[in-house]
Every structure is written in structure tokens, then in C-alpha cells.
């Protein structure tokens, strides 16, 4: 899966936006609001191809304490969620 085009990562107000460009996007009203690290996963994998098991694998070079059975899991929801708001393509 890819992070469709024309979304992008903006800080407004100290906070994480992702927002929508573009005219495929015209008709994308909603606002997501990521925390600093769902913001560096966004950041991450804006450019490329993706699957959870990646995201995973990214935050524990990043959180090497934290089991990988909960970044996965983690990683799953966070992918879930990007996919209800219309962001992602499988």
C-alpha cells in the first residue's frame, strides 16, 4: 500500500495535519490529527510501498524496549485507520 497522492504532512499550530491537495482530492473533509509519532510513520512511509510489518519494524529502531507483538499490532491500527479516512491505497 502507498499514501495516496496529493496528501501531506503539515504542523499548524504545533499540531501534526494531514492534509489534503490537489483536485483527486476535492471532496476529502476530514481533518487527521497524528501525534509526534504517527507523524514520523506518516513522514516514513509517504514515499514508498508499505505494510504494517515495515511500520513495525520502523518503530523498533526507534523504541527497541517495546515488544514487537504491540508495535504490530500497533502498526495494524494505525494502517487500519489511515485506510477508513481514505488516505491509503492497497
Do not use: H
Not at 53 to 76: H, N, R, W
Amino acid at each position: 500500500m502507498k499514501i495516496k497522492q496529493g496528501f501531506t504532512l503539515r504542523t499548524i499550530c504545533k499540531e501534526n495535519i494531514i492534509c489534503a491537495t490537489g483536485l483527486e482530492n476535492i471532496n476529502f473533509n476530514k481533518m487527521i490529527t497524528l501525534n509526534r509519532t504517527a507523524a514520523e510513520v506518516f513522514q516514513f512511509v509517504k514515499d514508498k510501498e508499505f505494510n504494517a510489518a515495515l511500520i513495525a519494524a520502523f518503530l523498533k529502531g526507534q523504541y527497541k524496549e517495546v515488544d514487537m507483538d504491540l508495535l504490530m499490532s500497533d502498526s495494524e491500527k494505525l494502517v487500519a485507520s489511515w485506510k477508513d479516512a481514505g488516505i491509503i491505497d492497497d
